[in-house]
């Protein structure tokens, strides 16, 4: 009997994941069909809680809405809840942007116990959009098909549904932290869009993360960025700079960014900074995870979009950032204005500034940014060891990624990591 139960509801499964499917193929007047056979369908007349007001609701709050599937497991970051809150708030003060978050949290309801309980609550504390009530509301073929249709794993997503529930893209978070509210309506023809609107320049590395950076752009002022977790690199780096810096006649504006997966040294590394009076920092760590998410961002969405540094400067920038954070070195990035830009790792930064005798003179022709750069790339040897280091992120490790410096094919390794700091 209990073998017949069990065949009868994987039957039952397999007959709604196939309805989920068909659904998904036909074409519909708006949206709230979709909704209700993803959500509604344990008969709950308020499947939906609203983070803002506290309360129980139903699919039909979001009928002819942009709707974006935030999809996660308990796991999902603070940072990923504090930065989509900012951007979500900022879309409620523009009348041109409608579009709800719906956080559908995906756990294994066979396991659920109290702490997984108070993790759900503590989430849904965090969040002002829309989310699923509890995960229990969720069909296991729902769960399924969000598993084999969009790919989700364990990393975060965010799919988007237009007015009519068609899919629109099946991971909008990269165009999402690229560009903020500017990628809506968060489809694949938008984000095509943007990327034609773009060149490599400070203001796409930065964003708006930090407002004095903008300014000092606008300003046309000598601006170095700079990353790592070795203190005291950081010291001889900064002093040296600001030595150059003054003899070159320049005023350089220095700004700590950090290092990626590394938050408490990096947190402390800020502190210290701050406290010696090193340097600007950025005291809001979600700052730094941000910065670095971006140009994870950046790399997911452009090799999707069929880029290699063979043809796209842009992605052979991010990928050199990436490759300085992933070495045990520092490195530097230094630029006036918008373009013009310089950048190495700890050690070729070092020895170029310790060489400024030998192009001092080209400063005062071509101007600091040229000259630094042209002899930093004299200096460049064929022997070099980069290393790159891609989390996880939904959406596909790119099968080949080229080495930013000689152009050549990277090894492909597999590292499983597990980092508390």
């Known amino acids: 009997m209990l073998i017949r139960d069990i065949g009868a509801e994987e039957k039952q ?38 983070g803002s007001s506290k309360t129980r609701i139903n699919v039909d709050v979001l009928r002819k809405k942009h709707v974006l599937l935030l999809i996660s497991d308990l796991e999902i970051s603070n940072e990923d809840i504090i930065t989509l809150t900012q951007i979500y708030k900022d879309s409620k003060t523009h009348s041109d942007l409608h579009y709800e978050i719906l956080w559908v949290p995906i756990v294994d309801t066979l396991t659920w116990n109290d702490s997984h309980q108070h993790k759900l609550e503590q989430l849904q504390s965090m969040m002002p959009w829309h989310m699923i009530h509890h995960p229990n509301l969720l069909e296991p073929a729902v769960v399924k098909y969000i598993k084999e249709t969009w790919k989700f794993e364990k990393k975060t997503i965010l799919v988007t549904l237009d007015q009519q529930g068609k899919v629109t893209s099946t991971n909008a978070l990269h165009m999402m932290w690229i560009w903020r509210n500017r990628a809506y309506p968060f489809t694949s023809t938008k984000e095509e869009m943007l990327w034609r609107e773009e060149s490599w320049k400070l203001e796409l590395l930065v964003d708006n993360i930090d407002h004095n950076i903008l300014r000092w752009i606008s300003e046309g002022k000598y601006i170095c960025l700079y990353g790592g977790d070795d203190m005291e690199w950081i010291r001889k780096f900064t002093t040296l700079a600001a030595e150059i810096a003054r003899s070159a006649g320049i005023h350089l504006e220095m700004v700590y960014v950090g290092k990626s997966g590394s ?101 005062h022709v071509n101007g600091f940014v040229a000259a630094l750069k042209g002899h930093m790339e004299s200096l460049q040897t064929p022997h070099h060891c980069n290393r790159l280091i891609l989390p996880g992120i939904s959406g596909g490790i790119p099968e080949v990624v080229v080495c930013s410096e000689c152009g050549k094919k990277m090894e492909r390794f597999f590292m499983f990591r597990c980092c508390t700091d």
């Open 263 to 363: 938050r408490e040294r990096t947190r402390k590394s800020s502190i210290t900074i701050s406290e010696e009076n090193i340097s600007n920092t950025w005291p809001d760590p979600t700052s730094v995870w941000y910065f670095w998410t971006r140009l994870e961002s950046m790399l997911y969405s452009r090799t999707q979009h069929g880029k290699s540094i063979e043809n796209d400067s842009i992605l052979k920038e991010v990928l050199t950032l990436m490759g300085f954070d992933g070495s045990d070195q520092g490195w530097a990035l230094i630029s006036k204005g918008s373009t013009e830009m310089a950048r190495a790792n700890a050690e070729m930064t070092m020895t170029t500034l310790s060489e400024f005798q030998k192009w001092e003179g080209s400063v």
């Open 13 to 50: 499964h397999d007959e709604y994941h196939l309805m989920l499917v068909r659904i998904f193929e036909v074409t519909h007047i708006e949206n709230t069909k979709i909704l209700k056979a993803l959500f509604c369908a344990k008969d709950d007349v308020h499947p939906l809680y609203h």
